[in-house]
């Protein structure tokens, strides 16, 4: 015999019985095999559409007191974080001090204190601002990884942009949250961040090809540049440049292999040569060890421009 099908609303995430009994779902309906019980009270089902925020609605909506947090955070809000932690799809939901830890299936129970607005609601969920998340990251991540969580809680992109960006918090919300909480784990590692912070970097692997730059003698790229063209309009969003030396670098991720995504490269690279720059394309090799390659592609090009002006220099003169 065929099952019922699930109300709209049902499919639209995870849900309590009470939610499900309100729409109408008896207890036996809820326990048949399109449904999936991971945690006591806890109900999702397997033919949903739901992204994460919707997945996670029903932890909160069982205890009013909890906010997911840590990892679970982070995925809310779509941060960059190193792959260990991307792959930790346990819950992590936290509780004031004065309440005890959660304790259910699946799911690593926090005590923590919360200043006002640090939680918040965002697509039906309670979970840790943005801010907040980041600070809580600050004790399981090294500096580095740090950064690059930062960079994905403040990139934002201008008008100029083919899909302007707002920040999820600033800098200054970063700082204001690191003075807000000076007793925390993690303090250390979150005041030694916050300094190489920057706005523009789309991927950790964008912030691990900046930070590997900015650490030599090559100096730190310009992100959020735009190349214009001779009217004025824009026509490159490179990943990073090095605008004195007409340089561009576009990190190529695996979804560069497409066959689509190759031919806009190629018509990217072809435009940027066009109007006078190089590109470097990086890939995710060019950014591994002590001395990564990218520093090799870097300073060839900076050496083929620097002669390609004296050359050009010498023949005028001449």
């Known amino acids: 015999m065929a099952l019922s099908p699930l109300p709209d ?8 019985p009470a939610i499900a009994a309100s729409s109408g779902v008896s207890r036996k309906r809820q326990r048949q095999p399109d449904v999936v ?3 006591r009270g806890i109900r999702v089902p397997l033919n949903g559409n739901a ?40 819950i992590h939901i936290a509780r004031g001090r004065s309440d005890g830890k959660p304790r259910r299936r699946n799911v690593v129970g926090h005590r923590l204190s919360f200043q006002p607005g640090e939680v918040v609601m965002h697509d039906g969920v309670r979970v840790t601002s ?32 083919p899909r302007p960006k707002n920040p999820l918090a600033t800098i200054d919300d970063l700082r204001r949250m690191i003075a807000a909480h000076p007793g925390m784990r ?33 100096g730190e790229p310009l992100l959020n540049h735009v190349i214009r063209n001779s009217w004025g309009q824009p026509a490159v969003w490179p990943d990073a440049a090095y605008p004195d030396h007409r340089i561009v670098l576009q990190y190529d991720g695996s979804h560069h292999s497409d066959p689509r995504q190759i031919r806009l490269d190629e018509m990217r690279r072809v435009t940027t040569e066009r109007l006078g720059w190089t590109e470097i394309r990086v890939f995710k090799e060019d950014l591994e060890g002590d001395k990564p390659f990218v520093l090799e592609k870097v300073r060839a090009a900076t050496r083929r421009r620097t002669n390609h002006r004296a050359e050009r220099h010498s023949g005028a003169n001449g």
Do not use: C
Not at 9 to 16: D, I, N, V
Not at 62 to 90: C, F, H, M, N, V
Not at 142 to 161: K, N, R, Y
Not at 199 to 217: F, K, N, V, Y
């Open 186 to 218: 993690g303090m250390k590692t979150a005041r030694l961040a916050i300094d190489e912070i920057r706005i523009g970097a789309d991927s950790p692997q964008e912030t691990r090809m900046r930070l590997s730059l900015a650490r030599t003698s090559l």
């Open 51 to 90: 992204a994460v925020p919707a997945n996670l609605r029903a932890y909160t909506a069982l205890d009013k007191t909890s906010a997911l947090t840590y990892q679970s955070g982070a995925r809310i809000w779509a941060l960059g974080i190193p792959p260990g932690l991307e792959e930790d799809w346990r």
């Open 37 to 39: 019980i991971p945690s």
């Open 9 to 16: 609303e049902l499919l639209a995430g995870s849900f309590t």
């Open 130 to 161: 943005p801010a907040r998340t980041w600070l809580d990251l600050a004790s399981l991540l090294t500096v580095d990884e740090l950064i690059a969580a930062g960079d994905s809680v403040v990139v934002a992109h201008g008008p100029d942009f």
